[in-house]
T-cell receptor
Framework: QQQVKQSPQSLIVQKGGISIINCAYE??????FPWYQQFPGKGPALLIA?????SEKKEGRFTISFNKSAKQFSLHIMDSQPGDSATYFC???????????????FGTGTLLAVQP | GAVVSQHPSRVICKSGTSVKIECRSL??????MFWYRQFPKQSLMLMAT?????????EQGVEKDKFLINHASLTLSTLTVTSAHPEDSSFYIC?????????FGSGTRLTVV
């Protein structure tokens, strides 16, 4: 129940295209769903996060779509650029947004390559 | 914004020795910090949760006597890999929790030779 399943494992997108990465979870107690971007040899950096009381959140070219009933959430990267080439991780936690102490569970990661 | 500094970024040590990795929250106080381990092309696996002033909580399968965690202040947590072996070679990443979410350090590449 603590798992977060992520797909696809890898993704190739043309410059200017839309990158879509999907995640699914089982534990309905999760209430914080962030997406992280990681470059080789670096720690993950927060891209965008959502709570289950909203169905969509957009920040610049990045959008999270959240489907509470299906227990799924996805990251959409609009107008994908070569600089977006990185590994993307979804994650989930209970109370991670608001000062609680629960741990963050990561998805398996998606290696995105944006071709020029 | 919130910054977490991790040091060193890279370390090579001989088999059988110990190595300490530091994780500092530079502009905020972190009651809770987390330590992760990441193998090449894999996800981040939580090793332990570090709480200031108390013992760390280790995930199942993580040897607490091998991976010593100390969180002596609200801005510093350390991970010591004791009696390191080549199989301990990995990328270690810390994270600190604040009200706005989790902030990650830049990671430490440990190579045991």
């Amino acid at each position: 129940q603590q798992q977060v399943k992520q797909s696809p494992q890898s993704l190739i997108v043309q410059k200017g295209g839309i990158s879509i990465i999907n995640c699914a979870y089982e534990n309905t107690a999760f209430d914080y769903f962030p997406w992280y971007q990681q470059f080789p040899g670096k720690g993950p950096a927060l891209l965008i996060a959502i709570r289950p009381d909203v169905s969509e959140k957009k920040e610049g070219r990045f959008t999270i779509s959240f489907n509470k009933s299906a227990k799924q959430f996805s990251l959409h990267i609009m107008d994908s650029q070569p600089g977006d080439s990185a590994t993307y991780f979804c994650a989930a936690s209970i109370g991670g947004y608001g000062g609680a102490t629960n741990k963050l569970i990561f998805g398996t990661g998606t290696l995105l390559a944006v071709q020029p | 914004g919130a910054v977490v500094s991790q040091h060193p970024s890279r370390v090579i040590c001989k088999s059988g020795t110990s190595v300490k990795i530091e994780c500092r929250s530079l502009d905020f106080q972190a009651t809770t910090m987390f330590w992760y381990r990441q193998f090449p092309k894999q996800s981040l696996m939580l090793m332990a949760t570090s709480n200031e002033g108390s013992k760390a909580t280790y995930e199942q399968g993580v040897e607490k006597d091998k991976f010593l965690i100390n969180h002596a202040s609200l801005t510093l947590s350390t991970l010591t890999v004791t009696s390191a072996h080549p199989e301990d070679s990995s990328f270690y990443i810390c994270s600190a929790l604040r009200e706005s979410g989790y902030t990650f350090g830049s990671g430490t590449r440990l190579t045991v030779v």
